[in-house]
């Protein structure tokens, strides 16, 4: 039972930090004035990018603690604080400063055949919080094989419900409302903060001995 609480934590903590729902109004109303084949197109690269860049971080992710030399509690300590930081924004009901700022909405807004991948791929979605969480995840998977799967799982299941958020945004979008938007969006990011605070605490008691 412990084992299953913990692959369904690794999977609500991976579709949080991602937050489709928090990034539909950037989505719909960026692609206003947009025909069905357009947004399709924009929608399914995105969700490609968000997919392929967690996914190849899940895959060598370990790799690259080793490349750097950088310990996984140093990771999860360094993590733990970009998530709280990331949590706080989404609390506020705001788009994470961490992943969009105003620059890439200026830009987005003028090369409007390039937005699928930046930003909207890259960092909206799959944002520097979203790639710490998965090499975490990763990291402590150990040789568990299931809970590498599960890893890769969430992965899967997270870029999956973001096309369906995307797919059906606008819908969503006037079902929920402003309100109910940002509404679900501070759910998200108290949970969030709470795997922030954990990765942090994981990570104070891994080097402990050590000092």
Excluded: W
């Amino acid at each position: 039972m412990s084992d299953l609480a913990e692959y369904l934590a690794v999977i609500v903590s991976i579709f949080a930090i991602v937050d489709p729902i928090g990034a539909l109004p950037f989505f719909v109303s960026l692609t206003e004035g947009y025909d069905a084949a357009d947004r399709r197109v924009i929608r399914g690269r995105a969700v490609l990018v968000l997919g392929a860049v967690l996914g190849g971080m899940a895959l060598f992710g370990r790799f690259l603690f080793a490349a750097f030399g950088f310990t996984l509690a140093a990771f999860e300590i360094a993590g733990g604080i970009l998530l709280f930081v990331v949590a706080f924004d989404m609390l506020q009901g705001e788009v994470t400063r961490t992943r969009l700022s105003t620059e890439d909405r200026a830009e987005a807004i003028t090369r409007r055949d390039e937005i699928s991948v930046v930003p909207l791929g890259i960092p909206l979605l799959a944002g520097p919080g979203a790639i710490s969480t998965v090499m975490i995840y990763e990291g402590n998977a150990g040789n568990d094989p299931f809970l590498i799967l599960a890893v890769f799982v969430a992965v899967g299941i997270t870029t999956a419900l973001t096309y369906v958020v995307l797919r059906y945004g606008e819908r969503i979008f006037r079902s929920l409302g402003k309100v109910g938007v940002m509404a679900m969006t501070r759910v998200l990011g108290l949970l969030l903060a709470a795997v922030g605070v954990q990765f942090v605490i994981n990570g104070a008691v891994a080097i402990a001995p050590h000092l």
